[in-house]
């Protein structure tokens, strides 16, 4: 009597795809291209446009697989090819636009205002969407993805300052957008 494994873990997958088993790949592919979607949304707006960057960054995926070095989260690997993949392919698009207006040593202020966590979903989308470009790439690696102004900076090409510039425009003007909103919505000042 043949023993079937019910439950095939990553490293297993990984090691299968790596030798172009198909069916590992797909099974890695269903498993991940959903978050992986979610992920290069939030930085391209146009739906279309994103699947088709997924797409993109899980052939790089499948063949950089052998780099995968099983040190930390495969999830987190992936995460990072997308984001990569979405950032050139907005510096390919000349979207990103950035613009130090800060002086070189800036003393930006925290906001005390938190982002209502009970915000609707599709809401904070589209007030993210409307960013300018430069920053709502610079918002979404540092608030979503927890880069460090340092990592940004290298990966986009621009200052530490630079950066934080646009994290706080792009902070002030969600803020503005959500207080609008909840002025609108609730008659909240």
């Given at each position: 009597?043949?023993?079937?494994?019910?439950?095939?873990?990553?490293?297993?997958?990984?090691?299968?795809?790596?030798?172009?088993?198909?069916?590992?790949?797909?099974?890695?592919?269903?498993?991940?291209?959903?978050?992986?979607?979610?992920?290069?949304?939030?930085?391209?707006?146009?739906?279309?446009?994103?699947?088709?960057?997924?797409?993109?960054?899980?052939?790089?995926?499948?063949?950089?697989?052998?780099?995968?070095?099983?040190?930390g989260s495969f999830?987190?690997?992936?995460?990072?090819?997308?984001?990569?993949?979405?950032?050139?392919?907005?510096?390919?698009?000349?979207?990103?636009?950035?613009?130090?207006?800060?002086?070189?040593?800036?003393?930006?202020?925290?906001?005390?205002?938190?982002?209502?966590?009970?915000?609707?979903?599709?809401?904070?989308?589209?007030?993210?969407?409307?960013?300018?470009?430069?920053?709502?790439?610079?918002?979404?690696?540092?608030?979503?993805?927890?880069?460090?102004?340092?990592e940004i900076a290298?990966?986009?090409?621009?200052?530490?300052?630079?950066?934080?510039?646009?994290?706080?425009?792009?902070?002030?003007?969600?803020?503005?957008?959500?207080?609008?909103?909840?002025?609108?919505?609730?008659?909240?000042?």
């Open positions: 009597m043949k023993i079937i494994k019910l439950h095939i873990t990553d490293k297993e997958l990984i090691r299968d795809a790596i030798k172009n088993k198909r069916s590992a790949q797909k099974k890695l592919f269903d498993k991940y291209a959903p978050k992986m979607l979610s992920v290069c949304r939030r930085y391209i707006h146009d739906i279309h446009i994103a699947e088709e960057l997924m797409l993109q960054g899980f052939m790089k995926v499948f063949t950089s697989l052998n780099s995968f070095q099983f040190n999830e987190g690997w992936i995460r990072r090819i997308m984001v990569n993949h979405c950032i050139s392919y907005l510096r390919k698009k000349e979207k990103l636009v950035f613009v130090e207006s800060l002086p070189e040593n800036p003393h930006l202020e925290e906001t005390d205002e938190k982002i209502d966590a009970k915000q609707n979903a599709e809401f904070l989308q589209k007030i993210i969407d409307e960013l300018p470009e430069g920053y709502k790439t610079v918002f979404m690696l540092f608030a979503v993805e927890g880069y460090k102004h340092k290298e990966t986009l090409g621009i200052t530490e300052n630079t950066s934080k510039s646009q994290l706080y425009k792009a902070r002030n003007i969600l803020k503005s957008k959500i207080k609008s909103q909840n002025e609108k919505q609730y008659g909240i000042q």
